[in-house]
């Protein structure tokens, strides 16, 4: 009886864990209890299941019931909403990763290769110091015939008394515009801002040479600065075109190939 | 860690009640009708898959051995149930299935074949009703009475006096001689060898 009763309370469900363990330890001991109790598990497993109001019937009627209130088409319609708006979602992406990849690949690479050629054509042609850009600039000086007192200034560049021909130079417009050329953009825009203005005043010059210079400098640093590229464009074609100031032409070609082969 | 919230739910869902059964499901839909339409599947499909795995979790929990953990550990475990029942169901038709990334994550511990066990079950039920509706009234009412209901011999009696249950004392016998005879029609039921053949 005693045996009777541990079957009924394990079966359903009644024992306390400890009860539950030790009754397990004691079916494990005893393979008669065991298949038993599998025997009236099985039993009430199958009846509370199939069984008369079993759980198959519950199961059913709230399936019906759902069916009813269409939650599996609801269902539906949300999934194939959600599989929607991933194809939507990965477009976007899609779109997204390319137009990153475009501006990557054909404008942002091409710019800084451009930046680059500019910034590197300048820096090998900057001068060493101040004394060796004012000798190169002596012999630019040189094709400017018709400025007055041309030896004097010759003389005081090479002594590196830049402060006196400042003096002697504000007596000529066009010495003063060829010093501006000097100070500002063969000196290499220390003060890029006035460099800049200062070369872009002289790139209308009356003066060819003058003119030149101040335009194939101020076309590096346009195209450093990314800015006014076309402008940059213009000036360095017109420079490889011409044909007065060869060193110039030369350098101009040698950027345009360059950028050419971006 | 559960809840005294989850406890109620659990074992109102342990015995099946309409209300927690009709939650339960409408809360599963969704997830299993994604996971049906994701592998190759109709919502039709979604809905019977539903139903029996269900039916089989009830079945799993009513079981002395199952211990109940919390109400996140029984959705994993059931929707492990959905994954493995319908990766059956596709293995049966040769079609490809893909596991879920949360499923994958869980899946480590349980390898059971789900599918062929809840035959073997439905066989086995299926051979204790037929046998149960071979003895003879009186017997199934004892038996269920005292097996499935669990009441005590007193209440049978007190239940059911008629002149084949006039005494506490002859429902004891009564129910001995019951007992023999439902596992001798289980044991010579046509499907049982086959059970055992294969739970072998």
């Known amino acids: 009886m005693e045996t009777e009763n541990k079957i009924l309370k394990y079966i359903h469900l009644q024992m306390n864990e400890t009860e539950k363990q030790a009754f397990e330890q004691e079916l494990n001991n005893n393979p008669e209890l065991k298949a038993e109790v599998d025997f009236w598990l099985n039993y009430v497993l199958a009846e509370k299941l199939y069984g008369k109001d079993g759980f198959k019937q519950k199961i059913e009627q709230s399936t019906d019931i759902l069916k009813k209130n269409n939650v599996f088409k609801k269902a539906e319609k949300e999934y194939q909403k959600q599989r929607k708006f991933r194809w939507l979602k990965i477009s976007i992406a899609a779109c997204i990763s390319l137009m990153c990849f475009f501006y990557f ?27 060796e850009s004012s ?20 003389k005081l560049i090479l002594s590196g008394q830049c402060d006196s021909l400042k003096t002697i130079m504000s007596e000529n417009s066009a010495a003063e515009g060829i010093l501006f050329f000097y100070y500002t953009g063969c000196g290499y825009m220390e003060n890029e801002s006035l460099s800049l203005q200062k070369l872009a005043g002289l790139a209308n010059s009356e003066n060819s040479n003058l003119r ?38 030369n350098a101009a070609q040698e950027v ?4 050419e082969k971006i | 860690m559960k809840t005294e919230e989850d406890q109620i739910f659990f074992e109102n869902l342990q015995r099946a009640d309409s209300k927690t059964l009709q939650e339960f499901m409408e809360s599963k839909a969704q997830k299993v009708v994604n996971h049906v339409l994701k592998n190759s599947g109709r919502v039709e499909d979604a809905q019977e898959l539903l139903s029996d795995c269900l039916l089989e979790l009830l079945k799993r929990i009513n079981l002395p051995k199952f211990v109940f953990e919390g109400k996140p550990e029984l959705d994993a475990y059931f929707m492990r149930i959905i994954t493995n029942r319908w990766r059956d169901v596709l293995r049966k038709k040769g079609k490809t299935y893909t596991v879920p990334m949360e499923i994958k994550k869980m899946d480590t511990f349980d390898t059971e074949n789900i599918f062929e066990m809840a035959e073997l079950k439905e066989l086995w039920e299926k051979v204790i009703q037929e046998s149960m509706k071979e003895l003879s009234t009186i017997c199934q009412i004892c038996i269920k009475a005292k097996y499935f209901f669990a009441w005590s011999y007193e209440k049978i009696f007190q239940t059911y006096q008629d002149e084949k249950l006039n005494k506490v004392e002859l429902v004891k016998s009564r129910l001995q001689d019951c007992k023999k005879q439902f596992r001798q029609k289980v044991e010579n039921h046509p499907l049982y060898k086959k059970i055992k053949k294969d739970g072998n």
């Open chain 1, 135 to 154: 000798l190169e600039f002596v012999d630019q000086i040189q094709g400017f015939t018709n400025i007055e007192n041309q030896k004097d200034i010759q």
């Open chain 1, 212 to 249: 030149l210079y101040s335009r194939y400098y101020l076309a590096l640093f346009y195209l450093i600065q990314e800015e006014n590229e076309d402008q940059a464009f213009t000036y360095l074609r017109e420079i490889a075109k011409q044909n007065d100031i060869l060193e110039l032409q």
């Open chain 1, 105 to 131: 690949w054909k404008i942002y690479l091409p710019k800084e290769k451009q930046k680059q050629i500019a910034q590197k054509t300048l820096e090998e042609q900057k001068p060493a110091n101040f004394f």
């Open chain 1, 256 to 259: 345009l190939g360059s950028l």
